[in-house]
């Protein structure tokens, strides 16, 4: 089958102080993080200091392409507004920074076109749903409130397009230069037995119920949001079922799946949620936590260091129908016959297994697109999104990744402890991971030496 394989997340945020353009995913995509609510504003917000509208003109050029002031402006003014570390920066070390990273980003952009990297339409729709659903608002809403920070529908969706093109020119770029030798993965065991290896965040898996709370609501709508989710908290604490419990009440979109958010790195998890459940016992349940979408009620599902003897992870078993890529077939048109096979099979007159095996065009088509089970971090992000999303026998809407379009299904979900051969496979991940971060910075560094970059001064008065 096509490999779907353990990527860079699409939302590696670099820190302001990393290398400038390292970082996957644009500040506004907070949310492809697929670990919560992202900052996104209920309401628009105010500067953080009076500004004023800056005269236009070239900052840099990047291989004779220009960087305005206005694109360093806005990228300042959104850092600014979310960020406060950027509010304690200079802000003339704010812009350097900022210009550096756009400079970066450019001419990896570049070198995508160079190679013939391309996203189309329903990529960049899937991405600003994505947003949208990880925000836990409407594509509506998405797009009302990004209008609210200033920026039109037309530049975000740019931005999501110049982001995914980015991660898939680093995929391509990256990805097959990248080992880990089971030497590797033998030290790491070793070192972790020794204790030495405590840089390396715990795994935990969480399970949210969300009670959202209305944009612009009152402070009485406040207290009553708060009530509910206390009251739902102290239910899942006498013992109800907690996937029920999200069913039935959560207002989030993952309630179907059981609110479950998956097994992975405590550092890809809102800070909030992991401070949240940091003393809570396997099981146990915490909040409700406050977030700028509403309140949260948590239950700790599963805690182990990656590669442990007692890991215990979350099991997804799924399939999939998978169609290529291919010059002859438009995205639209493969969107279209999986959409297509989807009504046959939920009304009966076809079969997945064997609408798998006679179109599915990787190597699962032989046993009806099955996957087996598959442990979280087994797939790139968007595709392991939908499948954390659906509940057993649920069948997603055609899926658009790197490799092609995908029906999914999940056919079942489990806890279950790693056997050897797959704890060793879990801290391979880990190390792969570790591997193309550092690997990532030092190509995007190489990118940067090899453009021509040309500083312009700003126009004297």
């Not at 909040?287 to 309140?295: A, D, I, K, M, T």
């Not at 990656?306 to 995205?331: C, F, M, W, Y």
Request: glycine content about 6%.
């Amino acid at each position: 089958m096509t490999p779907i394989r353990s990527l860079i997340t699409l939302a590696c945020l670099a820190t302001l102080t990393a290398t400038a353009g390292a970082q996957g995913i644009t500040d506004i995509m907070r949310g492809n993080q697929r670990l919560g609510p992202a900052p996104l504003p209920s309401e628009p917000r105010p500067a953080t200091a009076p500004t004023r509208r800056s005269a236009e003109y070239i900052v840099a050029l990047v291989n004779s392409e220009p960087v305005t002031n206005t694109e360093v402006q806005s990228r300042m003014q959104r850092l600014l507004r979310e960020s406060p570390e950027a509010q304690r920066m200079p802000r003339p070390e704010l812009a350097r920074i900022v210009l550096e990273r756009i400079i970066n980003e450019r001419a990896q952009l570049q070198l995508g076109k160079e190679n013939g990297v391309k996203v189309d339409e329903l990529a960049v729709d899937q991405a600003e749903q994505t947003v949208a659903r990880q925000n836990q608002i409407s594509v509506t809403e998405l797009r009302r409130r990004v209008a609210a920070e200033g920026m039109s529908q037309e530049q975000f969706r740019r931005d999501l397009r110049d982001q995914l093109t980015l991660t898939r020119l680093r995929d391509r770029e990256i990805e097959a230069k990248v080992k880990v030798t089971d030497a590797d993965v033998d030290q790491f065991i070793k070192e972790q037995r020794a204790g030495a290896n405590a840089a390396f965040a715990a795994n935990i898996s969480i399970a949210q119920l969300v009670v959202l709370v209305p944009e612009g609501a009152s402070d009485d709508e406040v207290a009553k949001a708060q009530q509910r989710a206390q009251a739902l908290a102290q239910r899942a604490r006498a013992g109800e079922d907690f996937p029920t419990l999200v069913r039935q009440n959560s207002d989030a979109p993952d309630r179907s799946g059981g609110g479950l958010m998956g097994m992975r790195s405590a550092d890809r998890y809102p800070g909030i949620f992991v401070e949240a459940t940091q003393s809570t016992p396997i099981g146990g349940i915490a909040g409700p936590v406050r977030s700028s979408v509403g309140f949260h009620v948590l239950k700790l599902m599963a805690k182990s260091q990656p590669g442990a003897s007692d890991a215990v992870v979350t099991q997804t078993e799924v399939r999939h129908i998978l169609l290529l890529n291919d010059p002859k077939r438009s995205t639209a048109e493969a969107v279209a016959q999986l959409a297509e096979f989807k009504r046959r099979i939920q009304s009966g007159t076809a079969d997945f297994a064997g609408l798998a095996r006679d179109n599915s065009q990787d190597g699962s088509a032989k046993q009806g697109g099955d996957l087996g089970w598959s442990r979280p971090g087994m797939f790139v992000p968007e595709f392991e999104e939908v499948v954390n999303r659906l509940a057993p026998g649920e069948i997603s809407d055609p899926v658009v990744t790197r490799f092609g379009v995908h029906l999914i299904q999940v056919q079942g979900r489990r806890e279950a402890k790693l056997s050897q051969a797959e704890q060793r496979e879990a801290v391979r991940a880990v190390l792969r991971e570790k591997k193309v971060e550092q690997a990532t910075e030092t190509w995007a560094q190489e990118v940067r030496a090899r453009a021509y970059v040309e500083y312009r001064e700003p126009p004297q008065s």
